[in-house]
C-alpha cells in the first residue's frame, strides 16, 4: 500500500498543555482525506508539524517518504499549505501572486508561466489574472491561495478550513477543483467544519482535545444508520 503521509504517535504539546496526543494516520497518495473536529481540537498543530514547520515532542511522520524532523526542507518542497489566513499581497494582482510564489522554488521560466495558465485556467481565474488582490471578494481570494499553494506541482497539498465563509457556489467550485488535482495523484488533506464536505472525502478522522478517536470511509462511519453529524456529536460527547 502507497501511504504517502504516515505517522507514528506524534505528539505536540506546550507546557502541561497536550495539543496533539500520538497520533496515528496513515493516507494514500491521491486520497481525500478530512480532519474535522471542533476548534482547538488539534488540526491547525497537526498540519503545521506534517508541513515541517513544527517540531513534534515525540513520535515521528513521514510525508513523502521524508521524515518531519530530518528532511523538513524536502517535505516543503513537495507540498502546498493553505493557511485560514490568506498568504496573499494585496496590491499586487492576481498573476504577480502567482509568479512570486512559483519563484520560491527552483523552476525553469517555462515551467512557471505554464503552471500559472493551467492553475488560472483551473480555477476559473484567467479574466481576473490582472486584477489587484484587494480587489477581489473573499472567495476568489481563497481560490487565488490554492492556486498559489499548487503553483510549484506539489504532491500534497495541506487546507486548513479553505470553505469557511464561502458561499456555496464557490465551495462547489473548490470542491471540483480539489476532486479534479485528487484524480491526478495529488493527495488533499483537508480540515472542515462542514458534514457535506466529509461526504466527499476518501477518508475522514475526528480528532478531539489532541485525541484521533477514529478514522475510516464515511460509508463506514454511517453503517450504524447514523448520519455524520451523529457521529461527530458522539465523539466529541466522550
Known amino acids: 500500500m502507497d501511504y504517502i503521509i504516515e505517522t507514528q504517535n506524534l505528539t505536540k504539546t506546550y507546557g502541561k498543555l497536550i495539543a496533539v496526543n500520538k497520533l496515528n494516520l496513515k493516507i494514500k497518495r491521491g486520497d481525500i482525506f478530512g480532519f474535522l473536529g471542533p476548534n482547538g481540537a488539534g488540526k491547525s498543530t497537526t498540519i503545521r508539524m506534517l508541513c515541517g514547520i513544527l517540531q513534534p515532542n515525540e513520535g515521528t511522520a513521514k510525508i513523502n517518504g521524508f521524515d518531519i524532523i530530518n528532511k523538513s526542507e524536502k517535505i516543503k518542497e513537495s507540498i502546498g499549505y493553505v493557511t485560514q489566513r490568506f498568504g496573499l499581497y494585496d496590491d499586487l494582482t492576481v498573476q504577480e501572486n502567482l509568479s512570486f510564489y512559483a519563484s520560491l522554488y527552483n523552476l525553469s521560466e517555462d515551467t512557471i508561466n505554464n503552471n500559472i495558465k493551467n492553475i488560472l485556467t483551473l480555477l476559473k481565474l484567467t479574466n481576473r489574472a490582472n486584477s489587484i ?70 477518508n475522514i478522522g475526528f480528532i478531539f482535545n489532541g485525541i484521533l478517536m477514529a478514522a475510516d470511509t464515511p460509508a463506514n462511519f454511517k453503517k450504524s444508520g447514523k448520519t455524520l453529524e451523529a457521529v461527530y456529536v458522539s465523539f466529541m460527547n466522550q
Not at 480587489?135 to 506539489?154: T, W, Y
Open 133 to 202: 488582490v484587494k480587489e477581489l471578494s473573499g472567495g476568489l481570494k481563497q481560490r487565488l491561495s490554492i492556486g498559489c499553494a499548487m503553483v510549484h506541482n506539489p504532491e500534497i497539498i495541506f487546507l486548513d478550513e479553505p470553505t469557511a465563509g464561502v458561499d456555496p457556489i464557490s465551495r462547489k467550485e473548490m470542491w471540483e477543483v480539489f476532486n479534479h488535482l485528487s484524480q491526478q495523484g495529488i493527495t488533499i488533506f483537508i480540515t472542515t467544519h462542514y458534514m457535506e464536505e466529509a461526504e466527499r472525502c476518501n
